[in-house]
């Protein structure tokens, strides 16, 4: 790459002429400014900035994984930019420290200024939670409208074309089904995981039985408790009835995906699956960081405006808490912990499949 001609100045390369004056509070019009809003509208011009940043970042790893084909290398590029990710909303929670410096009185100082601008029109937030995964009929209703009504035309035209196009979500269990280990040089994953989990249920329904300490109340609810930890596992073996939940909305990955998800955790230790262990971490970190973002911004409003209507005239803190369970994007695989065996129950691999498991494959 060839340098510039002209010597570069660091405030021009920042546009910092154009970024210092994009700053302009709506009480500076009136007869006192709020000394507060000034800090407002800079934390919210920073999370816009980091939203881009995602943006980015999300795009990126969409287009990798968008092919019929991943290279290796590329899934490693993919964990270090999701990665970066977790790491930015790692500052956006940070940042709300900063914002509660700012007093609940402090902000009634403006706030009334703010009508009918809110965080809810923040259309590149929408944008990212649509590019990760978010279905829209996990969304809840907006004053009973879309939750994209009030924005404006262009910014609705963006944030409804995202609900079409392939998400990070959707890339990511078609490059799950790929997986070619499920049924490699005869060895059938999920026959032999299939046994191992009959074996297990078996014994600890045993266990339960011969167990000379337990009464037989006691015995009844332990095999109880067993039964719907049974059901929970025919529920993921039986493909009809993973397809069930799956069609009422309880279920997300197709049965193949979670075949392979449950592959890779399992055999995360075997060298060729631990990268793809790695993108299957960072992705439940970044489900976990939204949760975690949602859940603290939601006490921040409740402790700055109680349970006032929002600006955007949504319920406030009520609506903002009824989102951070439901809007979850990959809950299967915080489910796969569910059915997880010890690996000291673990089918042993066969010495040629362990093999191509390595790195020589």
């Known amino acids: 790459m060839n340098k510039p001609d002209q010597p570069l100045y660091y405030a021009d390369y920042l546009q910092l002429d154009r970024l210092l004056s994009s700053q302009a509070p709506r009480s500076g019009e009136h007869d006192k400014a709020a000394h507060d809003e000034t800090l407002f509208i800079v934390v919210h011009q920073v999370y816009e900035l980091w939203f881009k940043e995602i943006l980015h970042e999300l795009n990126s790893v969409i287009d990798m994984f968008g092919k019929n084909y991943v290279n290796e290398k590329e899934?490693?590029?993919?964990?270090?930019?999701?990665?970066?990710?977790?790491?930015?909303?790692?500052?956006?929670?940070?940042?709300?420290?900063?914002?509660?410096?700012?007093?609940?009185?402090?902000?009634?100082?403006?706030?009334?200024?703010?009508?009918?601008?809110?965080?809810?029109?923040?259309?590149?937030?929408?944008?990212?939670?649509?590019?990760?995964?978010?279905?829209?009929?996990?969304?809840?209703?907006?004053?009973?409208?879309?939750?994209?009504?009030?924005?404006?035309?262009?910014h609705q035209?963006?944030?409804?074309?995202?609900?079409?196009?392939?998400?990070?979500?959707?890339?990511?269990?078609?490059?799950?089904?790929?997986?070619?280990?499920?049924?490699?040089?005869?060895?059938?994953?999920?026959?032999?995981?299939?046994?191992?989990?009959?074996?297990?249920?078996?014994?600890?329904?045993?266990?339960?039985?011969?167990?000379?300490?337990?009464?037989?109340?006691?015995?009844?609810?332990?095999?109880?408790?067993?039964?719907?930890?049974?059901?929970?596992?025919?529920?993921?073996?039986?493909?009809?009835k993973h397809n069930e939940l799956v069609s009422k909305g309880h279920r997300r990955l197709s049965h193949r995906a979670t075949q392979?998800?449950?592959?890779?955790?399992?055999?995360?230790?075997?060298?060729?699956?631990?990268?793809?262990?790695?993108?299957?971490?960072?992705?439940?970190?970044?489900?976990?960081?939204?949760?975690?973002?949602?859940?603290?911004?939601?006490?921040?409003?409740?402790?700055?405006i109680g349970n006032k209507i929002g600006t955007g005239g949504s319920t406030g803190y009520n609506y903002l808490k009824a989102t951070v369970d439901k809007y979850k994007v990959f809950s299967d695989l915080f489910n796969l912990s569910t059915f997880l065996i010890p690996r000291s129950k673990l089918p042993d691999l066969p010495e040629e499949v362990r093999r191509n498991l390595g790195f020589y494959y």
């Open 260 to 304: 392979a998800a449950l592959l890779i955790e399992l055999y995360r230790d075997e060298p060729i699956l631990h990268i793809p262990f790695r993108l299957l971490t960072v992705l439940t970190d970044m489900d976990e960081q939204f949760t975690a973002w949602r859940y603290r911004h939601a006490l921040m409003v409740h402790r700055m």
């Open 75 to 154: 899934i490693g590029i993919a964990v270090l930019r999701l990665g970066r990710i977790t790491e930015i909303q790692k500052l956006l929670i940070d940042q709300l420290r900063v914002l509660e410096t700012m007093t609940p009185l402090d902000f009634l100082e403006f706030r009334d200024l703010l009508h009918p601008a809110s965080g809810f029109q923040s259309f590149q937030f929408r944008l990212i939670e649509n590019k990760f995964g978010m279905n829209p009929e996990q969304r809840l209703l907006f004053n009973k409208e879309v939750y994209y009504a009030h924005l404006s035309p262009s």
């Open 157 to 240: 035209d963006l944030v409804k074309r995202t609900e079409q196009e392939p998400s990070l979500f959707k890339v990511v269990e078609s490059w799950l089904e790929r997986t070619p280990f499920l049924e490699f040089q005869g060895f059938k994953f999920w026959t032999h995981y299939r046994r191992a989990v009959e074996e297990m249920l078996h014994a600890d329904r045993e266990n339960i039985l011969k167990n000379p300490i337990s009464s037989d109340e006691e015995k009844e609810q332990q095999l109880r408790e067993l039964h719907v930890n049974e059901e929970y596992f025919i529920a993921l073996l039986e493909e009809q």
